[in-house]
């Protein structure tokens, strides 16, 4: 499996030793981006200055280098660089972010990593339990490996050494979200033992790409030597073409197809537009259209990125999870249900001043605040309550259901209860 696929499953064996439950909810990026404007927001910042994408950029960061909240606060270098960006905050973003993922038993993609750091770390009966149950560990793509994983691997094959490592300097290309080309140059320091294979011809690429690319990498000033070579002969030769803009970029694509098809008679379907990032698309369709060239895009969003899979998901969560505070925004007015901003803000403040999840504190108030009274006045109309109402009653009814019919038959009752199916 992929690390944080495997690191999951070592968690939630032994999740009550961090704090959380075995059941924890796994953030994806939306929801860390949203849980992060929510922190933003609560601690009176100016979103144009912290903005969510960036402040959570930073914050996974410092936990691909194991660094924590507290540890961030106490890092001068972390704090002066924040500063230096204009985001002096961004420690108390990441204190009030880690807080509020513990009281919702949520962790994200990066907390996989830390916690599982800190597992093996503090529990040396953990260690030992999963050193002795992987006798061969195999990592490809061992270039984007980060100093979290890095030293996961280096833990579980501590004893027996039997690690098998793939990978290519050369393809190091995520250093921008954390990944350390150090893992793989110091290799054979790390493993002196280890034995070294070299898989130098390309079966993929013509002799005049690979000869590039081996032009290019030989300037390297830190590289693992080697000479790849293809016996794949002809290709054309590689035209480079700079463009300033990426109307103008768009605008060269276009115009060379255009020429192709008229000085060549290729066929539309012998043409392939490759773009690195999907803003890039706008540019280059609005170019194809205005020359009437017709296209398909291949990709696009998943599966699982759809606003409802995402909704029903999140649906799921809750039902799992009643302190996931994500999903419940997310779902609390989905399908519409007449619960507006300013209730959703009134409950927000309660939950956040009482030390409650937002479940927690909307069960109480239709209760009549009975189980925490000590939640602060509200403001919340008799209305809104009566429509939290009606949504805490669908979800009792679903619950109902967990552990006695299988998830999509829990799926489909959330689609009919929840008013999603018309």
């Keep these: 499996g992929t690390f944080h696929s495997v690191f999951i499953r070592f968690l939630r064996e032994d999740a009550q030793l961090l704090g959380f439950p075995s059941a924890f909810t796994i953030y994806d990026t939306s929801d860390s981006k949203s849980a992060i404007r929510s922190c933003i927001r609560d601690l009176n910042l100016d979103e144009k200055l912290y903005k969510p994408g960036v402040v959570l950029g930073r914050i996974s960061m410092a936990k691909n280098n194991l660094v924590t909240a507290s540890a961030y606060a106490n890092n001068g270098t972390l704090v002066q660089n924040d500063a230096a960006a204009r985001m002096p905050r961004i420690a108390d973003i990441y204190a009030l972010y880690e807080k509020r993922c513990r009281q919702s038993g949520a962790m994200d993609f990066d907390d996989i990593l830390l916690y599982t750091n800190i597992l093996l770390r503090d529990f040396p009966e953990v260690l030992d339990k999963l050193r002795s149950r992987f006798s061969y560990i195999l990592v490809d793509e061992y270039q984007d490996t980060n100093f979290a994983q890095y030293l996961i691997v280096k ?71 080697k000479e790849c070579f293809s016996e794949v002969g002809g290709g054309d030769k590689i035209e480079v073409v700079k463009a300033y803009t990426d109307q103008e970029e768009a605008f060269l694509v276009a115009s060379s197809i255009v020429s192709r098809i008229y000085s060549d008679k290729s066929p539309y379907s012998e043409f392939a537009v490759l773009y690195r990032t999907n803003a890039q698309s706008r540019a280059i369709e609005e170019a194809l259209r205005k020359r009437s060239l017709p296209y398909r895009i291949y990709g696009g969003n998943s599966f699982y990125d759809r606003a409802e899979v995402k909704d029903v998901v999140a649906y799921l969560r809750l039902l799992v999870n009643p302190k996931d505070d994500e999903a419940f925004r997310r779902v609390v007015n989905v399908p519409a249900r007449g619960i507006g901003t300013t209730s959703l803000g009134y409950l927000a403040s309660a939950a956040t001043g009482a030390g409650v999840s937002l479940w927690e504190a909307v069960t109480s108030f239709v209760a009549g605040s009975a189980g925490h009274p000590d939640l602060p006045a509200h403001g919340l109309k008799n209305a809104a309550i009566n429509k939290f109402a009606e949504f805490c009653n669908m979800l009792a009814q679903v619950r109902e259901k967990v552990g006695v019919v299988n998830a999509y038959d829990v799926a489909m009752e959330i689609f009919i209860m929840s008013g999603y199916a018309t």
């Design 155 to 225: 833990k579980l094959s501590s004893i027996h050494r039997n690690l098998c490592v793939v990978g290519d300097d050369a393809q190091s290309i995520y250093a921008f979200r954390g990944a350390r080309i150090e893992n793989i140059l110091n290799f054979r320091k790390d493993y002196p033992e280890a034995k070294e294979f070299r898989l130098e011809q390309n079966y993929r690429s013509t002799q005049i790409i690979v000869k590039a690319a081996n032009s290019l990498i030989s300037k390297n000033a830190n590289q693992l030597r």
